[in-house]
T-cell receptor, first 114, second 113 residues
């Protein structure tokens, strides 16, 4: 059963700490998205990768957020230092570069920064 | 800039009735794809239906159908014979030529028994 795997599912951290969220895309998918979900903003696109290269990270606060794909089986989203306003659910999704195909989502990481 | 707008934060429908969720988008592209996703309380994002902009025929998947008005840049979702399991948050999404996938703010649908 192919699925996108995100870890951790939940994370509580103190303000100022570094947070790393990980995503394993579905095998064979070469497109990866990172989204942040909040009540006020809905689903915001933070970063978009194709073949491990960032195509668009315009939605990501550059001063504290970074996203990488060290290899085709791992995508990471890092926040350093974290702030209470970063509290949200972070989703990773993967897909094929064929535009009429959907993106498949992981279960998300619920981040709480206190 | 491409944006997707869902103007109804919350909607409710009586079980077995029909409800329509609205979505509008802004784009300068002529070729693109549109999607509706469902997010139940489990948080899992599930694809409901997709529409290709070059196809004039509205997409249909069982009880779910869309009303795609390309000139008006409108893409509404109609749910017929609503069931309790349809209660969820629904997101409209636009996929542009580069593959970038942009979502609206979401509409929470309540189904009343």
């Amino acid at each position: 059963d192919a699925r996108v795997t995100q870890t951790p599912r939940h994370k509580v951290t103190e303000m100022g700490q570094e947070v790393t969220m990980r995503c394993q895309p579905i095998l064979g998918h070469n497109t990866v998205f990172w989204y942040r979900q909040t009540m006020m903003q809905g689903l915001e696109l933070l970063a978009y990768f194709r073949n491990r290269a960032p195509l668009d990270d315009s939605g990501m606060p550059k001063d504290r957020f970074s996203a990488e794909m060290p290899d085709a089986t791992l995508a990471t989203l890092k926040i350093q230092p974290s702030e209470p306003r970063d509290s949200a659910v972070y989703f990773c999704a993967s897909g094929l570069p064929i535009r009429n195909t959907e993106a498949f989502f992981g279960q998300g990481t619920r981040l709480t920064v206190v | 800039a491409q944006t997707v707008t869902q103007s109804q934060p919350e909607m409710s429908v009586q079980e077995a009735e029909t409800v329509t969720l609205s979505c509008t988008y802004d784009t300068s592209e002529s070729d693109y794809y549109l999607f509706w996703y469902k997010q139940p309380p489990s948080r899992q994002m599930i694809l409901v239906i997709r529409q290709e902009a070059y196809k004039q025929q509205n997409a249909t998947e069982n009880r779910f159908s869309v009303n795609f008005q390309k000139a008006a840049k409108s893409f509404s979702l109609k749910i017929s014979d609503s069931q309790l399991g349809d209660a969820a948050m629904y997101f409209c999404a636009y996929r542009k030529r580069t593959g970038k996938l942009i979502f609206g703010q979401g509409t929470t649908l309540q189904v009343k028994p």
